[in-house]
């Protein structure tokens, strides 16, 4: 009964000592994501990484009011930027939308960023994520075989809010009307206010440090609602309003930037000034942009050359200021030195 007993506590012990032994593998609870996330979550609940980019040759940061003024009035000097290895991000303040909404604003942005990556001389990749700016955020497209190229868009909606010129736009309500809003479309919507625009400009410039500015032209003396189509001397009101936003822009945002104003619509009334390639390489990156929009190039139509006033800007670069200077008078730069 004693070696029974003596053999039957042994037993109970080595039990014991297993459930002693095995306790905390089971009460210890799983590992949550919380605590100890694997790589696989982690990597996809975090943002995308920041692409690294070289920008030792400078970067210039262009604003303008549509998708296609760039392509139409800065180049050829948007696509010798890129050429010499420049960073090259450009700013589109409004959607371009003329009033049809996010789906014809998407179709420009196709267009625009075939255009780019055309100038690039690259495959036509891009990776769009949200560019934070101060308390904003805004979309921007980076061309993944040249990060230097980025688009940066505002997307503020484009109607005319009367029967067409001579009338106001979004933009250029807020630029002239006191206390007028407006609201950006999807995916990062936002309203605004004159003075949240300029302080959201004055930000980006801060934010992207550029050795150069690209604008439109301010200088338009016919006031917004007296403005019409095709005549002597007129500019859309978003040129118009666009570059006095930047302006007062960068008059908050003093630094070390060259500053550049571009002759939009008026450039047409001067004299051809592109040789005959540089005319020939910025007529081709222009219809890349116009065969994804179809207000430029409609369905059907034979878009193997420019329809309307287009084909007169394609033969033309001018700098606004003093006046409308040829393309080789550079002394339409001017310098913004800060403290």
């Known amino acids: 009964m004693k070696h029974f007993l003596t053999r039957q506590s042994r037993l109970s012990a080595r039990i014991l000592l297993c459930l002693i032994l095995t306790q905390p593998l089971i009460a210890r609870p799983a590992p949550t994501v919380e605590a100890a996330p694997s790589h696989a979550a982690s990597q996809a609940s975090a943002p995308p990484p920041s692409m690294p980019v070289d920008c030792e040759q400078g970067k210039v940061l262009s604003f303008v009011a549509h998708p296609d003024d760039d392509l139409l009035f800065m180049n050829p000097d948007q696509d010798d930027a890129i050429k010499e290895g420049r960073c090259v991000h450009t700013v ?58 980025q688009l940066i868009m505002l997307r503020l909606p484009d109607p005319w809010l009367g029967t067409g010129w001579g009338s106001l736009t979004p933009m250029s309500r807020v630029e002239s009307v006191r206390h007028a809003r407006v609201r950006s479309y999807a995916p990062y919507p936002d309203t605004y206010t004159r003075r949240e625009l300029v302080h959201l400009l004055a930000d980006l410039i801060r934010q992207e440090r550029p050795q150069a500015i690209r604008l439109m032209d301010a200088s338009i003396p016919t006031p917004y609602r007296s403005l019409c189509w095709r005549c002597a001397g007129h500019d859309h009101p978003d040129h118009i309003a666009g570059a006095r936003l930047v302006e007062a822009a960068m008059a908050i945002t003093p630094g070390p930037y060259v500053h550049t104003a571009y002759l939009n619509y008026p450039s047409q009334e001067r004299q051809a000034n592109l040789d005959t390639a540089r005319a020939a390489r910025k007529t081709a990156i222009y219809l890349r942009y116009a065969k994804d929009d179809p207000h430029s190039c409609p369905p059907g139509t034979d878009c193997s050359k420019p329809r309307g006033p287009e084909a007169a800007w394609v033969k033309r670069q001018y700098y606004a200021r003093p006046t409308g200077l040829p393309l080789q008078a550079r002394t339409a730069q001017t310098a913004s030195s800060g403290p």
């Open 92 to 149: 589109y303040l409004t959607a371009g939308d003329r009033g049809e909404g996010l789906g014809y604003t998407l179709a420009r942005e196709r267009g625009i960023k075939a255009a780019y990556a055309s100038m690039a001389d690259t495959t036509n990749d891009w990776r769009t994520d949200g560019l934070r700016v101060g308390r904003h955020t805004l979309v921007r497209h980076i061309l993944r075989a040249n990060a230097r190229v």
